[in-house]
């Protein structure tokens, strides 16, 4: 069970918090999952997205998107690895107003009987007095969050591995990377452009921040209700987070990209990938048995279908968009 062990404000304002968690996994387990922050999105619940700017073996430079209140946030962070120490140091470069600093430490600390326990400090600065409380409460639910997701990821061993779940459909396209960028942006317009979308709800209030809400169609006409988090990029790609996923599924994230083929001039490559993390309870309850491989072959087959779905009329519009304007030529 996460604990705060400590709150303490210095006289220049700065306020120190330290969460705790004992971790049933040794500790040089439980630093891999602290230190790859690719897995992240699909294993901390409040993480979105992480793209790695730079890096070295010593430390990473990053850009970090995250839920804080509800809202998603992004800003960059330097971290410093020291698998030796079994500690991973950050600094946020450019925090997300109202927080004027924030920093801190994981630190991992094994005990006599194998087990480890889990420090993680922040220490912040605000923009203003009346922000303090704003940003303690948003540190302390996220560290409580992903404190609870790493005993979890950590305790399930090797296990794990049975239980992640990635892949990818691509199809090539004889059209521009911005008709094809702009079909997948266009979420709006799915219900009427998608036979799989039955309903589709989308706000940002964020620029390139897409809250979405959506009724997806199964073969046998039954409706299913996700909900996401969507970052739209500057390359045209786009990456998200379901907030709410079926019961069989811990965590699904994705990302929508777009490359050119490079010996063919205008043609490119879309690309829809996938990470699931399945909840091995779940599956016993749909199945009857905790058969991972045909859960896993289910999974991908429904997300599958509903990608090449999109994948294909995304390529019918961008060819169609091609195709029209090569006639006016």
């Given at each position: 069970m996460t604990e705060l062990a400590d709150v303490t404000t210095t006289a220049a304002g700065r306020v120190e918090m330290v969460h705790t968690e004992l971790v049933a996994a040794p500790a040089r387990d439980v630093y891999e999952l602290v230190a790859d922050v690719t897995a992240w999105p699909h294993t901390f619940g409040p993480t979105v997205h992480v793209e790695v700017l730079e890096s070295t073996p010593a430390w990473e430079h990053l850009r970090i998107w995250a839920f804080a209140h509800g809202t998603v946030r992004t800003w960059t962070s330097h971290r410093t690895l020291d698998p030796e120490a079994l500690t991973v140091d950050f600094r946020q470069g450019r925090p997300a107003a109202p927080v004027r600093t924030m920093g801190g430490q994981w630190r991992l600390l094994p005990q006599d009987d194998g087990r480890t326990l889990v420090e993680l400090r922040h220490d912040f600065t605000a923009a203003d007095v009346e922000a303090i409380d704003l940003i303690r409460r948003a540190v302390d639910v996220n560290s409580t969050a992903e404190l609870a997701a790493l005993r979890e990821a950590a305790e399930q061993g090797a296990s794990r591995a049975d239980l992640v779940l990635e892949f990818a459909d691509s199809v090539e396209i004889d059209g521009a990377a911005d008709d094809v960028a702009g079909f997948l942006r266009d979420a709006a317009l799915w219900p009427a452009r998608l036979p799989h979308v039955a309903r589709l709800d989308v706000t940002e209030d964020e620029p390139g921040v897409q809250v979405m809400s959506m009724d997806t169609r199964s073969t046998d006409g039954s409706l299913h209700t996700t909900e996401s988090v969507r970052v739209c990029l500057p390359d045209g790609g786009i990456v998200y987070k379901q907030t709410a996923t079926p019961a069989v599924m811990a965590a699904h994230t994705g990302r929508w990209s777009i490359t050119e083929v490079p010996a063919r001039p205008g043609r490119v490559v879309a690309t829809s990938?996938?990470?699931?993390?399945?909840?091995?309870?779940?599956?016993?309850?749909?199945?009857?048995?905790?058969?991972?491989?045909?859960?896993?072959?289910?999974?991908?087959?429904?997300?599958?279908?509903?990608?090449?779905?999109?994948?294909?009329?995304?390529?019918?519009?961008?060819?169609?968009?091609?195709?029209?304007?090569r006639a006016a030529a």
């Open positions: 990938a996938h990470t699931v993390v399945l909840r091995p309870e779940e599956v016993a309850a749909l199945l009857g048995t905790r058969d991972l491989v045909r859960a896993r072959a289910m999974v991908r087959h429904a997300l599958g279908t509903n990608s090449r779905t999109t994948l294909a009329h995304a390529k019918a519009f961008a060819e169609g968009r091609a195709a029209t304007g």
